[in-house]
């Protein structure tokens, strides 16, 4: 009896730190995107991306997604890590949708480590998501970016560096 309300009490614990974790999540996330919307007022707007569609919520994923990775780094650069993103959705080797890039599990710092919901992108952020989903591609097609000055896989050393922006290379 005394080990089943030890698990009880775990079991509610992290059902409880679950919720709640979920539930603010969500609010950020819902508010954040109602604000985008009514701040550029856009309702699904769309955008060209290659041969497909790319809506409000694309642009405002990857401008998140450009704030938490390439903060700091020369407007070229935040350009450049959109359209890895972009190059990632149009290979066969990668998830087809622009959420289905950013969230494939390990494969963004920031959005494993939750920096992508702690700030909201800047207006930069913005122009320079809009600007790879209309087509520039700084990284000439490249699938792959990391910060050599920081700890990365032995792997990723393995990827040809084709051009170097700010802190960041690129490689296919």
Known sequence: MQNF?????KLLYWFLLFFVSFSITYLVMTKSADSFLK????????YAQGDGRATADDVHLLARLISGEARGE?????????????NRVESPKF??????????????????????????????NIKAA?????????????LFFWNPSKPVSKWIWTRQIIRKIGNHVFGK
């Not at 020369?74 to 972009?86: E, S």
């Open 130 to 142: 809009r600007a790879a989903l209309n087509g520039w591609d700084p990284t000439y097609g490249c």
């Open 39 to 46: 701040k550029y007022g856009q309702e699904r707007a769309v």
């Open 95 to 124: 998830p087809s949708t622009v959420s289905g890039v950013v969230y494939q599990p390990h494969a963004f710092e920031s959005v494993s480590n939750g920096e992508i919901w702690r700030q909201p992108p800047s207006d930069e």
């Open 74 to 86: 020369p407007y070229t650069g935040q350009v450049a890590v959109a359209a890895i993103i972009i």
């Open 5 to 9: 309300r030890k698990f009880g009490k």
